[in-house]
Nanobody, 122 residues
């Protein structure tokens, strides 16, 4: 599976951005997908995840009420709608395919996309 993330950019505090992750290749192997983010000098942290068939969603506490994850099975795409952005949301955002049991650990994911940079200014 190959994943291509896009949609990053610059936003002011309180603004919105929408990230997309398009899957190609062996998409039938996708059970669930997730978004992680990594700020400079920090570890990669869980943001959101979604199950491919049922559409069950999981969100980090820091983004609940502001971010929404969705999927479009017909287009093999997972979207991350980010509203009410804060400077602490600044990071490179990565999408990945979940292959393990945990929803929240990056070690349970593979096929990482190249990442897309989100910058939020105050």
């Amino acid at each position: 599976v190959q994943l291509q993330a896009s949609g990053g950019g610059w936003a002011q505090t309180g603004g919105s951005l929408r990230l997309s992750c398009v899957a190609s290749g062996s998409v039938v192997t996708i059970n669930s997908m997730g978004w992680f983010r990594q700020a400079p000098g920090k570890e990669r942290n869980f943001v959101a995840a979604i199950s491919w068939r049922a559409g069950n969603t999981y969100l980090a506490d820091s983004v609940k009420g502001r971010f929404t994850i969705s999927r479009d099975n017909a287009k093999n795409t997972v979207n991350l709608q980010m509203n009410n952005l804060k400077p602490e949301d600044t990071a490179v955002y990565y999408c990945a395919r979940r292959i393990g049991s945990s929803w929240y650990q990056p070690t349970e994911y593979d096929s990482w996309g190249q990442g897309t940079l989100v910058t939020v200014s105050s």
